[in-house]
């Protein structure tokens, strides 16, 4: 099915523990994103990607790190975890013509 | 700073009544304006959207009303259902090219009860 993967869909780490997130989209969509959702505030941008080769800041971009390794794929680093980002983490892209954002289904972080 | 501001944060609807829901926005560049829903477990997918030049968009039973001199826009949904229960975002970007940044609302959880 074409969508978004998401990897790992589930991820319990130690505080200062460092981890890496996984997304691929197999749509040849040129723009891709990082998102957390937390309760009560809904999705806030952490990274993202307009096109292959370029990375910017979001909302919310401390603690975080992000690859384009290619077209296809996204990652979002935590290097060294804290409690505070115990979140649901999506991954979506988009492209001109595209219906909307395509999201992945979330990876559930909890640092402990 | 929460440049788009969504209310209520849960609502609870009889099936067949009409579910509403709000959004502000305070940045005037804002142009494009979909709606999300999301059910558990799964990520948003993009539910209907509308641009500043329309002030009423329908696509069956769901309904975005917006208002530019009031900087808001709702989501109507008629004839609710047990299968509308999930959480719904409202959402604005500058542009609708393929490569905006959407700011989203901090969510609704809808629940239809029979």
């Known amino acids: 099915n074409a969508g978004v993967t998401q990897t790992p869909k589930f991820q319990v780490l130690k505080t200062g523990q460092s981890m890496t997130l996984q997304c691929a989209q197999d749509m040849n969509h040129n723009s891709m994103y990082w998102y957390r959702q937390d309760p009560g505030m809904g999705l806030r941008l952490i990274y993202y990607s307009a096109s292959e080769g370029t990375t910017d800041k979001g909302e919310v971009p401390n603690g975080y790190n992000v690859s384009r390794l290619n077209k296809r794929e996204f990652s979002l680093r935590l290097e060294s975890a804290a409690p505070s980002q115990t979140s649901v983490y999506f991954c979506?892209?988009?492209?001109?013509?595209?219906?909307?954002?395509?999201f992945g289904s979330g990876t559930r972080l909890t640092v402990v | 700073q929460q440049q788009v501001k969504q209310s209520p944060q849960s609502l609870i609807v009889q099936k067949g009544g009409i579910s509403i829901i709000n959004c502000a926005y305070e940045n005037t560049a804002f142009d494009y304006f979909p709606w999300y829903q999301q059910f558990p477990g799964k990520g948003p997918a993009l539910l209907i959207a509308?641009?500043?030049?329309?002030s009423e968009k329908k696509e069956g039973r769901f309904t975005i009303s917006f208002n530019k001199s009031a900087k808001q826009f709702s989501l109507h949904i008629m004839d609710s259902q047990p299968g509308d229960s999930a959480t719904y975002f409202c959402?604005?970007?500058?542009?609708?090219?393929?490569?905006?940044?959407?700011?989203f609302g901090t969510g609704t959880r809808l629940t239809i009860i029979p």
């Open positions: 979506a892209s988009s492209e001109l013509g595209s219906s909307g954002y395509t």
């Open positions: 509308i641009r500043p030049d329309v």
């Open positions: 959402a604005a970007s500058i542009g609708n090219f393929g490569n905006e940044k959407l700011t």
